[in-house]
C-alpha cells in the first residue's frame, strides 16, 4: 500500500479515506480480556472520558443488562474511533478504526464468525499465564477460515505467573502460529513497568504516578539489562519478515541498516501474507501496552484495499468480485440482526462496493424483493449516530430493511450479485420450553420468532407428537440467556424443560434399500420405485448424494425427488429419530410408470429406501463429545480428574504452569450438566473450566436403550 498516493477508488467527499481505515476484531477465549482491551483503547481514542470496566458493570461495549450483571460479552458490539501513529509510516494521518468486540464463551462463538466474515483484520487477545486455550485456537481457526490477518496481544502481563515468550511458544507449539514479538516485556507480574520496541530499538517506560490512566510515559534507551535480549529477538524479527521482503533481506545478509519505517513496512507485507503474526505485551487493566497495539494496528493491519477482491456470484451462479470502489454499483452483507426497542429491527452491514446513501432502494437476491434503506447509522456500542452516507469499506447499520435474515447480500437492482455468507455450527442441546400463562403464549411466539432472526444458531420448531416448543442453542448459557431476554425484552413469564442432547446418528456398513410407493385409487394413482446403495463416508465430509441411473429408468425430473426424499428421511434416523450424519447414496436402479408416476410419489419413494437401507446398514447413535479444559491449584488435580473420569471422560494430558495444572480431557456433553456446581465444591471454589465442542462419538451400548426410552424424537414404531 501506499503511504503518499490514494487510491481513485475513494470518493472526494470520504472523511477518511480506504487507506487510512481499518475494520478490526476483538477476539480471544473466554476471560482473556478482550473488553477491558477495546474500553482501553476507545478510551485512549477519546471516545470516552472516563475508563468502564466489566467488573464494575460500566464497560461501554457490555451494554446489555445481562452482560454487565455476568461481566460476560454475550452480543459482538461494533464501535468506531480514530487515531494517529506520529512516528510510523503513515505519520500524522488521521486514522478511522472500526472495532468489533466479541464473545469469549462457546456459546456465543456465531457471533464470532459473522463478525470475522465481514472483517479485514483482528487482533487476538491471549493471557500471559494460561496461553493459548481450548476457545483460542477455535478462534484462530475461524480468523484462518476467513484468511483474516492478524496481530496478537499477550494481555495480563501484571499477573502471578505471566511468562510473555512462553505464551508465544505456545502459540508457535498449539496453533502452528508464526509468532514473534515485535515489542518485549520489561519486568513481569508486579513488577511488569513497559515495553521494549524491537523495530525502533526504544523503550517505553510508563509513569508510576498515572498507573490509574496509563497516558503518560517516558521513552527512552533500552535499559542495559534488557538490551542483550532486544538484540537477540531483534534479530529473530528481522529473520522471520526477510523471507516476505526482498529489500530487508538484502540490507539484512550484506549487514546494512534497515531504516525503522521500512522494517515496519516489511511486518506489514509479512502480516498481510496471513503467515506471520506479531506479538505485542500488556497489562489492559492496568493501562499498559494499548498505545503501541493501536500504532500496531495502524501499521500493520490492513485496509480494505489490501485485501483481495471479495467473490461473489451473479444470477446465472456465474463467479464474479466485488471490490472497495465509492464510484462502483452498492454490494453489501448483512451480517448481524438486532431489535431495538427505540427503531426496531436494525441490519448490521458491511459495505463492500460503492456508495449507499439513505433512502436508497437495496435489491435482496435471496428473496427477489428490494428493500428501503430508511435511515443510516454507524454503531457505538449501545448508541448511535446517524449519517447520510456509508462508503465502501464501511461497516454500518441500517434502517428500514425488513425480510432480512444473517447472510443476505444487499445490492444494486442493476448488480443483483451474491456474496458467500458465514457459515455456523449447528446446535448442540435443546429444551422445551412452556408459557407460564394464556396470554404469555403470543408474547412467546413473537419473542422466540425476533430471537431466532438474531441469532443463527438459535433454533425453534414444534414437537408434533407432544405439542411442545422446543428451543435448541450452543449450550445451557445460551438457552439461559434466551429465556432471561424473553422475560426482560418481552415480558414472557417462561418455565424450561430439561435440557436435551442433540444426538446423531450414522451408519457402519453398506446396504442397499427398495423405496415403493405405489397407490390405486379410482383416478390416477401414484407410482415411484427406487433403489439406493447406501455406505459410510468419513467422519465430517457429511452427505454425498450420487446419481447413476442409466437407460433412463427414473426419468431426469423424478431424480431431485428422489434425493429430496432421501434428505428429509435423513433427518430422521431409524434408532432414536435424530438426524443421520456422513454417509452416501447412490441412486443406481428403479423404475416408472408412463401416467402413474409423479414427484411426489418418488420423494416417498426416496423416503422409503432409505429407511430401508439405514436399519440394514448397522445404524449407531452418536453423542457431542466436548474438549474441556479445568485450570486448577495442584493439590486438587487428583479429585478433578477422578470427577472427569466418572464422567466417561477421557484425559488427554496435563500441563503444570506456575501452581496451575491444566487438565485436557474429551467429555460427552450428556454428563456435563451441573458440572460448573461440583468443580466449584471439589475445588473450593479455585478452579475454572471451558469447554467447547469437539466431535461426535458412538453412545456406549449400555446407555442406547435409556436413550431411546426419553427421547422426544424416537420414531413411532409399527
Not at 476471560?31 to 478510551?43: M, P, V, Y
Not at 542483550?228 to 541498516?257: N, S
Not at 414444534?462 to 438457552?479: C, K, P, W, Y
Not at 434466551?482 to 422475560?487: A, E, H, M, Q
Request: charged share 25%; proline share 5%.
Amino acid at each position: 500500500m501506499s503511504t503518499n498516493s490514494l487510491s481513485p477508488a475513494n470518493s472526494a467527499e470520504r472523511p477518511f479515506a480506504l487507506e487510512h481505515t481499518r475494520n478490526i476484531g476483538i477476539a480471544a477465549h473466554i476471560d482473556a480480556g478482550k473488553t477491558t482491551t477495546t474500553e482501553r483503547i476507545i478510551f485512549y481514542a477519546g471516545v470516552v472520558h472516563k475508563i468502564g470496566e466489566v467488573h464494575d458493570g460500566t464497560a461501554v461495549t457490555d451494554w446489555m443488562e445481562q452482560e454487565r450483571e455476568r461481566g460476560i460479552t454475550i452480543t459482538s458490539a461494533a464501535i468506531s474511533c480514530n487515531w494517529t501513529d506520529p512516528k510510523g509510516p503513515f505519520a500524522t494521518i488521521e486514522h478511522a478504526i472500526n472495532i468489533i468486540d466479541t464473545p469469549g464463551h462457546v456459546d456465543f462463538t456465531a457471533e464470532v464468525e459473522r463478525s470475522l466474515r465481514v472483517l479485514d483484520g483482528a487482533v487476538a487477545v491471549f493471557t500471559s499465564v494460561e496461553g493459548v486455550q481450548p476457545q483460542s485456537e477455535t478462534v484462530w481457526r475461524q480468523m484462518d477460515k476467513y484468511n483474516v490477518p492478524r496481530l496478537a496481544f499477550v494481555n495480563k502481563m501484571d499477573r502471578t505467573g505471566a511468562d510473555f515468550i512462553d505464551a508465544v511458544e505456545s502459540m508457535n507449539k498449539k496453533l502452528g502460529a508464526n509468532a514473534h514479538p515485535i515489542f518485549l516485556p520489561i519486568g513481569a507480574e508486579e513488577n511488569f513497568k513497559g515495553l521494549i520496541d524491537l523495530v525502533e530499538q526504544k523503550a517505553i517506560i510508563y509513569n508510576d504516578e498515572d498507573s490509574s490512566m496509563g497516558a503518560k510515559f517516558d521513552v527512552t534507551e533500552i535499559p542495559q539489562e534488557h538490551k542483550d535480549q532486544a538484540d537477540e529477538y531483534r534479530e529473530k524479527l528481522i529473520e522471520a519478515v526477510a523471507d516476505y521482503d526482498d529489500d530487508v533481506a538484502t540490507k539484512y545478509l550484506e549487514g546494512e541498516e534497515i531504516a525503522d519505517n521500512e522494517f515496519k513496512l516489511a511486518i506489514r507485507k509479512a502480516t498481510l501474507s496471513l503467515k506471520f503474526c506479531g506479538v505485542i505485551p500488556g497489562s489492559a487493566f492496568k493501562n499498559k501496552g494499548v498505545q503501541p497495539l493501536l500504532d500496531a494496528v495502524i501499521n500493520y493491519l490492513p485496509c480494505p484495499l489490501d485485501l483481495p477482491p471479495m467473490k461473489a456470484f451473479d444470477e446465472d451462479e456465474n463467479e464474479t468480485t466485488v471490490v472497495p470502489d465509492d464510484s462502483k454499483k452498492v454490494a453489501g452483507l448483512a451480517f448481524k440482526l438486532w431489535t431495538d426497542p427505540y427503531v426496531g429491527k436494525l441490519v448490521f452491514f458491511r459495505n463492500y462496493q460503492g456508495t449507499l446513501r439513505k433512502g436508497t432502494p437495496l435489491f435482496n437476491p435471496r428473496t427477489r424483493r428490494t428493500e428501503r434503506v430508511s435511515r443510516l447509522m454507524i454503531m457505538k456500542a449501545d448508541s448511535r449516530e446517524d449519517v447520510d452516507v456509508a462508503y465502501s469499506g464501511d461497516i454500518c447499520a441500517i434502517i428500514g430493511a425488513k425480510n432480512i435474515v444473517t447472510g443476505d447480500t444487499l445490492c444494486d437492482r442493476d448488480l443483483s450479485v451474491s456474496l458467500e455468507p458465514p457459515t455456523f455450527p449447528e446446535p448442540v442441546i435443546s429444551m422445551s420450553i412452556e408459557p407460564n400463562t394464556k396470554a404469555d403464549q403470543e408474547k412467546m411466539s413473537v419473542g422466540l420468532q425476533r430471537l431466532s432472526e438474531e441469532d443463527p444458531t438459535f433454533r425453534v420448531s414444534s414437537d408434533e407428537e407432544t405439542g411442545q416448543t422446543i428451543i435448541a442453542g450452543m449450550g445451557e448459557l445460551h438457552l439461559d440467556i434466551i429465556r432471561d431476554r424473553l422475560f426482560r425484552e418481552f415480558s414472557v413469564g417462561a418455565v424450561a424443560g430439561r435440557p436435551q442432547i442433540a444426538y446423531r446418528e450414522t451408519i457402519r456398513s453398506e446396504s442397499e434399500g427398495v423405496g415403493k410407493f405405489v397407490r390405486q385409487s379410482g383416478g390416477r394413482g401414484q407410482y415411484g420405485h427406487c433403489v439406493i446403495k447406501l455406505e459410510p463416508n468419513e467422519t465430517g465430509k457429511g452427505v454425498e448424494l450420487e446419481d447413476k441411473i442409466v437407460g433412463g429408468v427414473i426419468p431426469r425430473e423424478y431424480i431431485k425427488p428422489t434425493f429430496d426424499g432421501i434428505k428429509e428421511a435423513s433427518q430422521n434416523g431409524v434408532i432414536a429419530g435424530y438426524p443421520v450424519i456422513d454417509f452416501k447414496v447412490t441412486l443406481f436402479d428403479g423404475s416408472f410408470h408412463e401416467v402413474d408416476s409423479s414427484e411426489m410419489a418418488f420423494k416417498m419413494a426416496g423416503i422409503f429406501a432409505f429407511k430401508d437401507a439405514m436399519a440394514k446398514a448397522t445404524p449407531s447413535l452418536l453423542e457431542p463429545i466436548m474438549k474441556v479444559e479445568v485450570s486448577t491449584p495442584d493439590e486438587y488435580q487428583g479429585d478433578l480428574m477422578g470427577d472427569l473420569n466418572r464422567r466417561r471422560g477421557q484425559i488427554q494430558g496435563m500441563e503444570t504452569k506456575g501452581t496451575l495444572c491444566l487438565i485436557n480431557a474429551f467429555v460427552p456433553l450428556e454428563t456435563m450438566f451441573g458440572y460448573s456446581t461440583d468443580m466449584r465444591s471439589l475445588s473450593k471454589g479455585r478452579a475454572t473450566y471451558s469447554m467447547e465442542p469437539s466431535h461426535f462419538e458412538q453412545v456406549p451400548a449400555s446407555l442406547i436403550e435409556d436413550i431411546v426410552k426419553t427421547s422426544t424424537k424416537a420414531p413411532a414404531r409399527t
